[in-house]
């Protein structure tokens, strides 16, 4: 790659471009000190108030009121971090084009499609994932694709043995037509005009797709669809092969040399992986997937580039890999150019997004703050890396405990031959790592359930930098989770990773700070607390309600100048997000529902993250793991979905709080009102409560139709209702005598 970039610096080209949003970023330079004065203030009347509490009761109040706000303040005060720095950026492919004439000048690229558990991440989504990015516009000999597959499942090796053979229509059909879909199934639900061709090659995939769709159905490859040596393969699922413990299978599906399409040109490699497993080693989950593929990639092909995808997150623009090169190969970007992250967006989503599935802060919004700094955090997928990161520091080579597994080996051999697939199995086995450096100096890094956040802030930590690049049209489109328990279970799985980073010796504050600078060490400790926000987000969702019940004011009066720093504050914190919210594109009912489900999200996942954390490190727990979200369409499910009716339907106790928090809002708004109406003053003094309360109730207002008007296999289970109705009556007399 070096040789480009001196030609580039030679030729003069420009490959892109920075900008800077003055106007928001002063705005937020001012803003921030006027809050941070509102937020002084605030602490000024709290410890005031906890001074002068006169009982148990209103100390408990104050205490519990001083506690929330200091969270919300700190989060608050770490979220700056985002916006004080932002930039923006574009790429010019074009120029691009000029620079690299030939196919051999293009870098070759790896890329990585990790998959777990073919119920719910169904083959074919993997395989038309696959197909999307060997279908780039780049090289296809300098395309290799390997696909980790933790489930080791035969039907998804089977579906890409099927892949293979359709790719070798499917390539040079979407090169003639040069469309920008290039994911079979995007391209053929959308409206692409038909042609006899077009006809054909449809029904092809049709075919393929039922036979792939049919042996998912029976759950298992029966031997007449096999000839003989595809037997042979698939004779290595024994009886005792189970997803937890099997031997290791590597299967090359396609081999760029050897392969061509109908039209003659090579096919890019196709990898399938399926590493060892053992129910005596521990596998890492998809931290250890990656770094098996690292390791298998570096004895076969060892690309300077790597793509790492999800199964679901297929490629929607094929120019994806050259907008990378624009940075990769800028002559004028420093040598410690680590990563470039594009956002991840999502198909499929309900018209006004009610599970907040788009994540817009996460994904986009926050990610241009980080870029100002040192670059964006890694998000998992739609990430490009160069393999050099993942060996040490940019000026500190760390060497693997095998020469070839390093990035500077050069393969030569065939990625057939059998010393390639001797060292490829070795790698591959479960007990490799023991007694090496992998996860911890090189490669993704183990120690946290969210393994993007942890490396990107790992790599960060060790002198890289990375980029954000967002063009217009989506790079990748993965699958939001549609149904409101997997939403609380992956968002779960988050908070304890994050949980895992802050209570490490990697927490953003100590050791962040330090090695990656204040800004960047404020992004990440952002993260690092999400976990955090349930406590003020419980506390304001049962607090102020409970204390109305009894009667017991907790805020300044509507008259007191206390009460319009309150009101400032809460304008200013959401007003400032919805205006960020909308810039990016959302709209007000998606914000609406962002910040629904953020309190959603805080009452239960953020919780049961905790508490799940804490049990474990009881040793009463120990053993949760990478909970894979579904990604398989249930079509009533998915129906209510896109009617935008929250799913319940099961009795799950990530819910109790939800429901707990809407009977009590309303009834505290009911009970409210009645002593406003009963005695004359009261009014001045409640207001505010009621106020938050009331904002409760209309957030909760999808709960009550789900408890009381609907019918369908989505609505609240009956027992929950009780459930929590009692739970909640519980609170409320518990408040009655102690507030
Ligand atoms: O043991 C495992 C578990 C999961 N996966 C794969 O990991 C990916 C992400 O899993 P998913 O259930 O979709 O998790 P999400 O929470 O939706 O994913 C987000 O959060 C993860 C971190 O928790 C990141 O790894 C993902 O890239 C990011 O999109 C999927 O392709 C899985 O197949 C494995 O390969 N092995
Ligand atoms: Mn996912």
Redesign the pocket.
């Known amino acids: 790659m070096e040789d480009i970039k001196s030609h580039a610096a030679a030729g003069g080209l420009q490959l892109n471009s920075q900008h800077i949003p003055s106007l928001a970023t002063t705005f937020n330079r001012l803003f921030a000190p006027i809050y941070a004065g509102g937020l002084l203030a605030l602490f000024y009347y709290h410890v005031t108030s906890l001074l002068n509490s006169t009982s148990l009761g209103s100390f408990f109040i104050s205490v519990s009121l001083f506690i929330s706000d200091v969270v919300l303040a700190f989060m608050w005060a770490t979220a700056q971090s985002f916006r004080m720095n932002p930039v923006r950026r574009r790429e010019f492919p074009a120029n691009l084009k000029k620079l690299l004439k030939k196919d051999s000048d293009f870098p070759a690229m790896d890329v990585f499609?990790?998959?777990?558990?073919p119920y719910?991440?169904p083959p074919m989504n993997v395989v038309n994932t696959a197909l999307s990015v060997m279908t780039y516009d780049y090289p296809t000999s300098k395309i290799s694709v390997y696909v980790?597959d933790?489930g080791g499942s035969a039907m998804t090796l089977f579906a890409f043995m099927e892949a293979a053979r359709f790719a070798a229509t499917w390539l040079p059909f979407c090169r003639k037509n040069d469309d920008v879909d290039r994911n079979p199934d995007a391209f053929f639900t959308s409206n692409h005009g038909s042609n006899s061709e077009t006809e054909e090659i449809k029904m092809m995939y049709e075919k393929m797709r039922m036979k792939v769709e049919n042996i998912c159905e029976k759950g298992m490859v029966e031997d007449e669809l096999l000839n003989g040596e595809e037997r042979m393969t698939f004779d290595q699922w024994t009886i005792s092969f189970t997803p937890q413990n099997h031997p290791t299978v590597i299967k090359v599906l396609l081999e760029s040399t050897k392969n061509k399409d109908i039209s003659g040109e090579a096919l890019p490699n196709l990898i399938y992986v399926s590493r060892e497993k053992s129910v005596t080693s521990h596998?890492n989950?998809?931290t250890?997937?990656?770094n098996t593929l690292l390791r298998v990639s570096a004895t076969m092909t060892n690309a300077p580039i790597i793509l790492?995808l999800?199964?679901?997150?297929y490629s929607n623009d094929p120019q994806t890999p050259t907008r990378a090169l624009c940075y990769f190969l800028d002559p004028k970007l420093e040598k410690n150019l680590g990563y470039i992250q594009f956002p991840?967006r999502f198909r499929g989503v309900s018209k006004h997004d009610i599970y907040s599935g788009e994540l817009k802060h996460l994904f986009v919004i926050n990610p241009v703050g980080m870029d100002g700094s040192l670059g964006p955090n890694y998000?998992?997928?739609g990430c490009f890396f160069v393999r050099r990161a993942f060996f040490g520091g940019p000026y500190s080579l760390e060497a693997p405990e095998l020469f070839e597994l390093g990035p500077n080996h050069v393969v030569e051999m065939s990625i057939q031959s059998q010393e390639v697939l001797n060292l490829a199995y070795l790698v591959a086995s479960c007990d490799y790592e023991n007694n090496t450096k992998w996860g911890f100096k090189l490669g993704f890094k183990y120690g946290s359930?969210?393994?993007?956040?942890f490396t990107g802030y790992r790599l960060l930590s060790e002198g890289w930098r990375s980029l954000f690049c967002n063009p217009k049209r989506a790079a990748f489109y993965?699958d939001v989770?549609i149904t409101l328990l997997s939403v609380l279970n992956?968002t779960k799985?988050?908070c304890i990773?994050l949980l895992e980073v802050s209570f490490s010796k990697y927490n953003p504050i100590t050791y962040g700070v330090k090695s990656i600078g204040l800004l960047m060490g404020l992004s990440y400790a952002h993260y690092a607390s999400w976990p955090f926000w349930s406590i003020p987000v419980i506390v304001y969702s049962f607090l102020p309600q409970l204390a109305l019940i009894s009667g017991t004011q907790i805020f300044p009066k509507v008259w007191d100048a206390w009460f319009v720093v309150y009101i400032l504050l809460f304008l200013g914190a959401y007003g400032q997000d919805l205006v960020e919210f909308i810039y990016v594109g959302g709209t007000f009912k998606k914000w609406w529902n962002d910040q629904r489900m953020w309190m959603i999200r805080s009452v239960s996942s953020f919780l049961f993250g905790c508490i799940e954390l804490t049990l474990k490190s009881l040793g009463i727990n120990p053993n949760f793991?990478?909970?894979?979200?579904s990604?398989a369409m249930d079509e009533e499910q998915n129906k209510r979905y896109k009617q935008e009716l929250f799913e319940f339907g099961v009795f799950s106790p990530m819910f109790v709080p939800i429901t707990t928090a809407a009977i009590v809002n309303l009834a505290s708004f009911a009970g409210g009102l009645i002593k406003i109406w009963k005695s004359d003053g009261a009014w001045e003094h409640l207001f505010p409560q009621m106020l938050v309360t009331g904002f409760g109730v209309v957030n909760c207002l999808p709960v009550y139709g789900a408890m009381t008007l609907r019918n369908d296999e989505g609505k609240l289970p009956p027992e929950l209702t009780f459930f929590s109705v009692s739970l909640a009556l519980l609170l409320c007399s518990f408040a009655t005598f102690f507030l």
Do not use: M
């Open positions: 499609i990790c998959t777990a558990d719910k991440e980790s933790d596998h989950f998809k250890g997937a990656l790492t999800d199964c679901d997150t991840q998000v998992g997928a359930l969210v393994e993007d956040y993965g989770p992956q799985r988050w990773g793991g990478f909970n894979v979200t990604k």
